[in-house]
Structure formats: structure tokens, C-alpha cells
């Protein structure tokens, strides 16, 4: 549903031991309303809670909210350092467009 990257699999395990997180920490990806497009992604590291979507790959969890989950469907998480940004990028198949800094979108349709 959800995938990763190698190099966001590498990076995500680096800032779980980085922030020396417990047990059961994972990305916590969601989408709300705002951003330059419309809808933006919003991530933190973050524990499940109940109703949540979890999957795992390689050693580490994305968690998803059942309202975001529609928006996110077929993602590909990458982690991205170059000169001029650094950080995780979505490359969401549900969005019509994104902005040019890659943190919103416009989805393609209303999502339930």
C-alpha cells in the first residue's frame, strides 16, 4: 500500500536511534487541510493508537489515520538530502498536483 524507499528506510532508523525513541515508534504520516495546494502531508515520529493503519517494512512502521489513509494509498516515501532541501518526499499517485516544495497537493478526487 504504503512503501519506502531504502534510503528512507535508512534515514527513519537513524532518527528513531537519534532520538532515542522507545519501542513501537514509527513515522506518523497524515494529511490536513492547508499548504500552498490545498491539502499538505504533516510527519512526526509517533506510537499507533487504535483505528490507525500500521504497516512495517524492513524494521521500521509507517502509521496512517483512517481519515488520511484514502489520500495516501500507493505512496512512495523517499528520503531526499541535496544542496537545496533535505528531508522525506511524497510521491502520492492520488494527487492532481503538488506544490513546488513538495509538502501539499491537490487530490484528484474527494476521498472517503
Known amino acids: 500500500m504504503i512503501s519506502l524507499t531504502p534510503s528512507a528506510v535508512e534515514h527513519l532508523k ?3 536511534a ?3 525513541a522507545d519501542a513501537g515508534t514509527g513515522l506518523r504520516l497524515r494529511v490536513e487541510k492547508g ?3 490545498g491539502m499538505q502531508y ?3 515520529l509517533d506510537h499507533s493508537q487504535a483505528g490507525d493503519e500500521v504497516q512495517s517494512q524492513d524494521g521500521v512502521s509507517i502509521i496512517i489515520d483512517p481519515e488520511s ?3 495516501l494509498r500507493g505512496c512512495e516515501i ?3 538530502d541535496s544542496l537545496s532541501d533535505a528531508g522525506f518526499k511524497l ?3 492520488n494527487a492532481a498536483r503538488s506544490c513546488g516544495c513538495g509538502t501539499s497537493f491537490e487530490p484528484q478526487t ?3
Open 14 to 16: 537513524s532518527l528513531i
Open 18 to 20: 537519534e532520538k532515542n
Open 35 to 37: 499548504g500552498c495546494a
Open 42 to 44: 504533516v510527519m512526526a
Open 69 to 71: 489513509l484514502g489520500y
Open 78 to 80: 523517499d528520503y531526499v
Open 91 to 93: 510521491n502520492n499517485p
Open 110 to 112: 474527494a476521498s472517503t
